[in-house]
C-alpha cells in the first residue's frame, strides 16, 4: 500500500499514544491497516514500525503469528468455516467441503474475482451454533449448506447483512477519548496521596 | 437432581433486552457496586474477594484473592483482563463480553481500585468482533458517565481502561504469552521463573492478569458480601459457574449453575439444562473441561462439577466446557481433529510441542484416513510418553507453557476408553464411520 491516509495516521497516533510503550500498539496498528487497505502489505509493516518504534522485520514477525493478519491480498469476505471438536460433531467438515465446491477453492484460496477467501478455523466459540461459520470475525449462524449458500448469494450481489463490513474492518466502534489519567500523572498523584496519609499516621 | 436455586451471579441480564447498554445496565443496578467499593477501602474490598475464595475462571483455577495478594508493591503495576478464550468449546467469555459488558468493565474499575493499578487493559479475542464492539462502548460510556477516568464518581480515584484487540493465536490464552502480545510481540509464553506476572508482568512491572469471568463476578461479590459468595458451591469450588455444553446435547448453551451441587448428568440430561443427548444417543465420552482435559467415560457422569471433584477422577474442570460424544461418533477422528488443533497452535518455541504435535496429527490423519498401521498405537503413545513423560495427570511439564503436555490427553484418553476403534481402523484401512 501507500502509507496511512492522514485520518488512519491521525488514528494510528492516537492508538500508540493509549499505551506506556509505542510497541503495544502493534496489534491494533496492524488491525488498522488491513482496515484502510484489505490485507497487511509490506508498506504498510513499515509504517507500523516507525510508528511503534520497532524495525519492520520486528513488526512482521509478531503479524505473521497471527491468524487474522493477511500478509497477502485476500477476499472482500473471509469465510471461516470452524471444524473443531464441537463443530466436528455437527458435521463441520462436510460443510466446508459443501464451501469448496460451492465457491469453487480450496480452503486458504481466494475466488477469482476477489470476493471470498475460504478458511477452515480453529474453534471460534460458538460451540451451541455449531457448525460454526464466520465471515469477516462474525458470526453468521448458517450451520447448513443451503442457508450458507444463501449468504453467499447475498454477498456476491453486494447485498451484505448490515452486520458484516468488508475485510479488515474489525471493530467499528472506536475509542471516544483518550488516556484521562497518564500513567505518570497517575503515579505522581498516588505517590502524594500516599506521603500525605503516612504523614498523617507518624505523630501518633 | 440438579440443584438450580442459586442466583445468577454473572448472567442476570443475559437475554435482556437492552441489557448491554449503559441504560439497561443502570437500570438493573448496575455500578452501584463500584460507588459502593470506593467507599470502601482497597484492601477491604481486596479482603471481600479473599472472603469469597473465588477461584480464578481461566482454566488454572488458581484463588483470585491469593493472586491479587501476590501483586508485588511498586509504584507502577498494571491489570490485564485475559478475554483471548480460545479453548475449543468454550463460549462463556464471549456470551459475557457481548451481553453484558459493562459488568465486566465495573469488575476492572472495582479490581483496579482495590489493587490500586496504574492502568488496565482488556484484551479481547480477535475473533470476536461483536464483542469487541461491545466492550469498547461500554468503556466510552463508562469514561461518559464519570465512572471511569478522572476522579470517578467524585471519590478523588483515576483509572484508565484501555481494549486492545488480539489477533487470532489460542496460544495468547496463556498469561505470559498474553502480556508479549500486550507488548507487541510474537504470542510466546515466557520462560519460567518468574512463575508469577504478580512478580514481573506486562514491561516488566508487576501486574495481575484475571479472566473476564473472573471479573464479572467482582460486582455480585461487592454487593453481596463475600461470604453470600463463598455460602455456594461446597470445598474450595465456591459460587456458581459457568459451563459451556456442546456436542451431542439437545439444549447445548452456557449455563450458570452452582458448583459441587451439580453433576456432569444433570447438566447433560436436566431438562432446564442439556436436555439430554440428541435423539438420546448412548454417550461414549464426555470431555470435562476443554481439549487439554482426560476425558470421562459414561460411568464417571455422577461426578460433581467441582475443582478438586473432577481433579481426584483424574481430570481437570479447566474453562468450564463439557463435550459430549455420543456412541456413533469416531473417537479417532475426535483424537486427531483436537491434535490438529494443538498442531496448529503451537506456538513453535520448544521441541516436544513443535514436532510431537506434528507428528501425532500425522499419524492419527493416516489411521483415520487410511494408511494406518498396526504399530501406530504404541508409536502415538510413545510420542506422546516424550512430551509428557509418565503420561500421568497432571502432565510432567517438558515445555515452557502447558499447551505441550496437555497434546496428549485426547489421544492417551481415546486409546484408553476406544482401543477397539483404533484396531477397526487399521483393519478397515480407515474411518469405520462413513
Redesign the interface.
Known amino acids: 500500500m501507500s502509507r496511512f491516509r492522514p485520518e488512519f495516521r491521525q488514528r494510528a497516533e492516537e492508538l500508540v499514544a493509549l499505551y506506556p510503550h509505542a510497541r503495544s500498539a502493534t496489534l491494533p496498528l496492524c488491525h488498522l491497516a488491513q482496515e484502510q487497505e484489505g490485507y497487511l502489505s509490506a508498506d504498510a509493516m513499515v509504517e507500523v514500525a516507525e510508528l511503534t518504534d520497532t524495525t519492520p522485520a520486528e513488526v512482521r514477525g509478531t503479524a505473521s503469528f497471527f491468524d487474522l493478519f493477511h500478509l497477502e491480498p485476500v477476499g472482500t469476505y473471509v469465510v471461516g468455516v470452524c471444524t473443531n471438536i464441537a463443530c466436528l460433531l455437527a458435521g463441520g467438515l462436510e460443510l466446508l467441503a459443501h464451501a469448496e465446491k460451492t465457491l469453487g477453492v480450496a480452503v486458504g484460496e481466494t475466488t477469482e474475482e476477489g470476493t471470498f477467501t475460504l478458511e477452515e478455523c480453529e474453534c471460534l466459540g460458538d460451540c451451541d451454533v455449531a457448525p460454526c461459520v464466520q465471515v469477516n470475525s462474525r458470526f453468521v449462524r448458517t450451520t447448513t449448506p443451503a442457508a450458507l449458500d444463501a449468504l453467499l448469494d447475498r454477498l456476491r450481489t453486494d447485498d451484505a447483512p448490515a452486520d458484516i463490513p468488508r475485510f479488515g474492518v474489525l471493530s467499528r466502534v472506536r475509542r471516544s477519548v483518550g488516556l484521562v489519567v497518564p500513567p505518570g500523572q497517575i503515579v505522581a498523584e498516588r505517590a502524594r496521596v500516599a506521603a500525605a496519609s503516612s504523614s498523617e499516621k507518624s505523630p501518633s | 437432581m440438579a440443584k438450580l436455586d442459586a442466583p445468577q451471579i454473572v448472567t442476570s441480564r443475559v437475554g435482556l433486552d437492552g441489557g448491554h447498554t449503559l441504560r439497561g445496565y443502570l437500570a438493573t443496578g448496575g455500578y452501584e457496586s463500584l460507588r459502593k467499593a470506593l467507599s470502601m477501602t482497597p484492601a477491604a474490598v481486596a479482603e471481600e474477594v479473599d472472603a469469597a475464595s473465588l477461584l480464578g475462571r481461566g482454566g488454572a483455577g488458581f484463588p483470585a484473592g491469593r493472586k491479587w495478594s501476590m501483586l508485588k508493591k511498586d509504584?507502577?503495576t498494571y491489570l490485564v483482563v485475559n478475554g483471548d478464550?480460545?479453548?475449543?468449546?468454550?463460549?462463556k467469555d464471549?456470551l459475557l463480553m457481548e451481553c453484558d459488558p459493562h459488568q465486566l468493565v465495573e469488575g476492572v474499575i472495582i479490581s483496579a481500585w482495590a489493587l490500586?493499578v496504574?492502568?488496565a487493559f482488556i484484551f479481547v479475542?480477535?475473533?470476536?468482533?461483536?464483542g469487541?464492539?461491545r466492550v469498547?462502548?461500554a468503556?466510552?460510556d463508562a469514561?461518559?458517565h464519570g465512572a471511569?477516568?478522572?476522579d470517578i464518581f467524585g471519590s478523588?480515584f483515576?483509572?484508565?481502561v484501555?481494549?486492545?484487540?488480539?489477533?487470532?493465536?489460542?496460544i495468547c490464552g496463556d498469561e505470559t504469552a498474553l502480556l508479549e502480545?500486550?507488548?507487541?510481540?510474537?504470542?510466546f509464553p515466557r520462560i519460567k521463573p518468574p512463575f508469577y506476572p504478580a512478580a514481573i508482568g506486562l514491561?516488566g512491572q508487576p501486574t495481575v492478569v484475571n479472566n473476564v469471568e473472573t471479573l464479572s463476578n467482582i460486582p455480585w461479590i461487592v454487593a453481596n458480601g463475600g461470604r453470600a459468595f463463598a455460602a455456594l458451591g461446597k470445598g474450595r469450588s465456591t459460587g456458581t459457574r459457568l459451563f459451556?455444553?456442546?456436542?451431542?446435547v439437545r439444549r447445548?448453551?452456557?449455563y450458570e449453575i452452582e458448583m459441587v451441587h451439580n453433576t456432569f448428568r444433570d447438566l447433560i440430561f436436566d431438562s432446564a439444562l442439556g436436555g439430554g443427548t440428541t435423539d438420546d444417543v448412548a454417550i461414549k465420552a464426555v470431555?470435562p473441561g476443554g481439549?487439554s482435559s482426560p476425558w470421562f467415560g459414561p460411568e464417571l457422569l455422577d461426578v460433581p462439577l467441582g475443582q478438586d471433584e473432577v481433579a481426584e477422577h483424574g481430570s481437570m474442570l479447566g474453562s468450564g466446557?463439557v463435550?459430549v460424544?455420543?456412541v456413533n461418533?469416531c473417537a479417532v477422528?475426535?483424537a486427531w481433529?483436537?491434535t490438529k488443533?494443538f498442531q496448529?497452535?503451537s506456538?513453535g518455541q520448544c521441541t516436544p510441542c513443535r514436532e510431537g504435535a506434528g507428528w501425532l496429527e500425522r499419524i492419527l490423519r493416516r489411521l483415520e484416513v487410511g494408511g494406518g498401521r498396526i504399530e501406530d498405537i504404541d508409536l502415538l503413545l510413545d510420542v506422546c510418553d516424550n512430551i509428557a513423560p509418565g503420561l500421568g495427570w497432571p502432565p510432567q511439564q517438558t515445555t515452557i507453557c502447558p499447551l505441550g503436555p496437555s497434546i496428549p490427553s485426547p489421544i492417551t484418553s481415546a486409546i484408553a476408553m476406544c482401543k477397539e476403534e483404533f484396531l477397526a481402523h487399521v483393519e478397515h484401512g480407515g474411518c469405520t464411520y462413513g
Open positions: 509504584p507502577v478464550e480460545s479453548e475449543p468449546a468454550t463460549f464471549r490500586q496504574t492502568t479475542r480477535g475473533e470476536f468482533a461483536l469487541l464492539e469498547q462502548t468503556v466510552n469514561y461518559a471511569l477516568g478522572r478523588g483515576s483509572i484508565d484501555v481494549v486492545h484487540p488480539g489477533a487470532g493465536a489460542y502480545t500486550l507488548e507487541g510481540k510474537r504470542g514491561y459451556a455444553l456442546s456436542g451431542r447445548p448453551g452456557v470431555i481439549a466446557s463435550i460424544i455420543g461418533d477422528r475426535a481433529r483436537l488443533f496448529r497452535e506456538c
